[in-house]
């Protein structure tokens, strides 16, 4: 088994708008990104302690000046009315090139939040700009979901009080992270409310694909040019957590390659593909010819979803793929119709 890559190296619609799920009060214009914009401010509920992997964080008042690091985390502050001074600049699922996800910067418009006033985007692609996170001068650095080392956390903390994962690199889900994030801002129950409002529209659009539900799944990625390794993610992954939220069920195969690991990720050999044969429904990424290419394969066909047809392809790099690999508050809704609408396609050749 081998560690866990980076999320870039494993990158792998009826769009609602990110500010549908924003809190009903309004934002007041700033120069700079850096104000608290909502009602139901918690400033009462300070100081504030969140257990982490790496230790505690302790944040004594409410935080005005909010950066977050690594995938997603923004999206948090941002469904709670808050704009952040800074976060990390997107570099997958990125088709306009901005360094801003589409349901992200509807949410910031909802704030008055774009053009000159964006926030500050961090280049992380050579790992998190400390300097520049400091530069942004935050109350808090919010990373609940996110693939911090300790050596990260620590350094992050010299800047400001930060929020790491609960328990393991990459395997917050979308739920949790809002929970932590919004506890951080002094504002879990709003980020309650969110999280409920999220799976009622899920519970809605299922109604509507009545074959997703109760479907056996495995998560994978093939790379296009080597087709002898299925990277498979495991239980742990918050991609795979959001497929079990919209009603379907993680194979037990895939539970036992992952075994006891706290990595998101395992490797099996294309030779024994047909460990896979519980699988109702297998999602992998690529694109039109990625169904074809991998009922031609000698090793990949023997896998029965595969042979059926019953594969749902996220098409590879593009923003639906960044919203479900790494989901949040914003990005689940956003995407939730074609996602499904791919598992659906899918399940009605399970028979």
Not at 278 to 287: Q, W
Request: proline share 7%; with cysteine; aromatic share 6%.
């Amino acid at each position: 088994m081998r560690t866990a890559p980076s999320r870039r190296a494993l990158r792998p619609l009826v769009a609602l708008t990110a500010a549908s799920l924003l809190l009903a009060a309004c934002s007041t214009a700033d120069p700079e990104p850096a104000a608290t914009t909502a009602a139901g401010s918690g400033a009462d509920t300070f100081p504030v302690t969140i257990e982490n992997t790496f230790g505690e964080t302790t944040i004594e008042a409410e935080p005005t000046r909010v950066a977050t690091v690594n995938w997603g985390n923004h999206d948090v502050p941002i469904a709670l009315g808050i704009v952040p001074v800074g976060f990390a600049k997107a570099s997958y699922g990125d088709d306009d090139t901005d360094g801003v996800l589409p349901w992200t910067y509807e949410g910031l418009e909802a704030l008055d939040a774009t053009g000159d006033a964006l926030p500050v985007l961090f280049d992380e692609t050579a790992g998190i700009p400390f300097e520049a996170v400091n530069n942004t001068e935050p109350d808090v650095v919010l990373a609940a979901y996110s693939g911090l080392t300790e050596e990260d956390w620590t350094t992050l903390s010299q800047i400001a009080p930060t929020v790491s994962y609960p328990e393991a690199a990459w395997g917050t889900n979308w739920k949790d992270m809002a929970l932590v994030d919004g506890r951080a801002l002094g504002r879990e129950a709003e980020a309650q409310e969110l999280v409920d409002d999220v799976l009622a529209q899920i519970d809605d659009a299922l109604a509507e694909r009545p074959d997703v539900e109760g479907k056996t799944f495995a998560y994978t990625y093939l790379a296009p040019d080597d087709p002898s390794t299925i990277g498979v993610y495991t239980p742990l992954d918050a991609r795979v957590q959001l497929v079990e939220d919209l009603g379907m069920t993680v194979a037990p195969s895939v539970v036992e390659l992952a075994g006891d690991t706290d990595q998101f990720f395992v490797d099996l050999s294309a030779e024994q593909a047909d460990v896979l044969s519980d699988v109702d429904v297998l999602i992998t990424y690529g694109d039109e010819s990625t169904l074809a290419a991998m009922q031609a394969d000698p090793l990949l066909s023997k896998i029965p979803a595969v042979a059926r047809g019953s594969v749902a392809v996220v098409p590879d790099g593009v923003p639906l793929a960044s919203a479900t690999s790494g989901p949040t508050i914003l990005s689940v809704p956003w995407a939730l119709d074609a996602y499904l609408d791919l598992f659906q396609a899918a399940a009605e050749r399970v028979g």
